[in-house]
């Protein structure tokens, strides 16, 4: 706009002498130097209205950036989710773990009590685990090795 206002020659110019990019008291901008060089953008070209076309293209360099990171974080929750549900499910092995290693030495009465209520506060835990039907397998798989420790302890009882 401002080269078609002042870009005709007059008395005190040539003709699109003025807007130029020669520097005097003032440095010159990066933003005017590529006008200069580049002329007016694509949406400046694209869309009649200033306000418009300044928007849309301010958006565009918060937007791309954007995209180009909530994209991939997307795509990746579905992991993570999957990720999230098979810890719960494994954090219950490691105390079932501890006490089938404590099953291999002699036991007493006492200690078998200790340990059987051990397998109660453990298949309490997991009889309280939230788990969605897609992983019900790995939850059955679970319960069915906390049976398979207790019946390791009834047999060791029985000693």
Known sequence: MAQQVHGRASLLQKRGEFPAAEENDFPVSDDAQRYYKSGKGFFYRAIPSFWLASLASR?????????????PAIRMLPVVYRLSIRLRILRCYRPLLRL??????????????TL????????DTVNHLKIPASFADQFYELRTHVAFVRQRLHAAEKR
């Open 100 to 113: 089938e290693r404590d099953l291999l030495g002699p036991l007493d009465a006492k200690q078998v009590k």
């Open 116 to 123: 059987l209520q051990r397998v109660d506060a453990i298949e």
């Open 59 to 71: 958006l565009l360099v918060v937007v791309v950036p954007l995209a180009l990171i909530l994209i």
